[in-house]
């Protein structure tokens, strides 16, 4: 699933370096909470300036949220997901 949503991460990375070069990034952990249905209900990052109105946390926070995984008996999971935002993630 992962590996599918990258590239999309990787896009909101690009946007955010084409309009502010001087945009770091860095090594960020973004926790995407999931539904029994296997839908992520909400995307968080451990870094408040991502959590924001930072346009490249909301495109990736977005996009996160349309990741859609097996469906599941229980409550809801909290799945932390390591991130490098960079030109190369």
């Not at 949503?5 to 690009?14: K, M, N």
């Not at 870094?47 to 349309?66: E, H, Q, Y």
């Amino acid at each position: 699933m992962l590996a599918k949503t990258q590239p999309a991460f990787r896009d909101c990375v690009e946007a955010e370096l084409r309009k502010n070069p001087s945009f770091k990034g860095g090594k960020v952990t973004l926790t995407a909470t999931v539904g029994s249905s296997g839908t992520v209900k909400a995307a968080t990052f451990d870094r408040k300036d991502l959590n924001r109105n930072s346009p490249v946390g909301t495109c990736i926070r977005d996009r996160a949220k349309g990741m859609v995984f097996s469906a599941f008996a229980g409550e809801d999971v909290d799945l932390e997901i390591p991130l490098v935002l960079s030109k190369s993630m």
